[in-house]
């Protein structure tokens, strides 16, 4: 069964420095999303893609935070310059345009220390 | 704005017993409806959804009923198993195909054996 994939599964940063979290969504979808996670938290949106630009942000979803999808398969969230509170675990999600519902992928704990 | 409000948890039950979630939402359109499930360190996995009123989702013994009049979709099962332990969660998405999924904060289910 189609599924989507994340990496890497955890990752650990020192405050300040970039990360790159990578996501492969399933091969047919058109929409594209990440949510993350805080511990212990509701899951919240991030933002979603479609048709290779930014289709909606959250408020959480500022300056410090970008996507690309750089070649047909991958769907990438940048983070610049982390801090502490963006210790969480990352969702990627994809979906198509014959149904409402979203499929996400493991999920990447980042680790901001 | 939408949102969805679901029981506070931790909820323990033991195997076998019946299992009520209660999940209401506000919403200003007409939403599709869903329950995920996160298992013990997996991601997220849709459980079942609704689309339209009295619509009733099913999947591995679980059921929600479309309750548009009480803008309700409770989480029912009737005989639970210790492998049914995970964090349960309701979400709602809009009609629109690229529209966000928003979510409860989650209860926890323990089974006991």
């Known amino acids: 069964e189609p599924e989507v994939t994340q990496t890497p599964s955890h990752q650990v940063t020192q405050m300040g420095q970039e990360v790159i979290l990578r996501c492969v969504p399933i091969?047919?979808?058109?929409?594209f999303y990440w949510y993350r996670q805080i511990l212990g938290q509701k899951v919240e949106f991030l933002v979603s893609?479609?048709?290779?630009?930014?289709?909606?942000k959250s408020e959480i979803f500022d300056d410090q935070f970008s996507v690309e999808r750089p070649d047909g398969s991958n769907f990438t969230l940048k983070i610049r310059s982390t801090k502490l509170e963006d210790s969480a675990m990352y969702f990627c999600?994809?979906?198509?345009?014959?149904?409402?519902?979203?499929?996400f992928g493991q999920g990447t704990r980042l680790t901001v220390v | 704005g939408n949102s969805v409000t679901q029981m506070e948890g931790p909820v323990t039950l033991s195997e076998e017993a019946f299992l009520t979630i209660n999940c209401t939402y506000t919403?200003?359109?007409?939403?599709?409806l869903f329950w995920y499930v996160q298992y013990p360190g997996e991601g997220l996995q849709l459980l079942l959804k609704?689309?339209?009123?009295?619509d009733k989702g099913s999947n591995k013994g679980f059921e929600a009923t479309y309750r548009k009049e009480t803008t309700s979709f409770h989480l029912e099962k009737g005989s639970v198993q210790v492998s049914d332990s995970a964090v349960y969660f309701c979400?709602?998405?809009?009609?629109?195909?690229?529209?966000?999924?928003?979510f409860g904060k989650g209860t926890r289910l323990h089974i006991l054996p």
């Open positions: 999600a994809s979906s198509t345009d014959l149904g409402p519902e979203a499929f």
């Open positions: 979400a709602l998405s809009e009609m629109n195909r690229d529209d966000k999924i928003i």
């Open positions: 609704a689309t339209k009123a009295d």
């Open positions: 893609f479609y048709n290779n630009e930014i289709s909606e």
């Open positions: 919403a200003t359109g007409y939403p599709s």
């Open positions: 091969s047919n979808h058109l929409y």
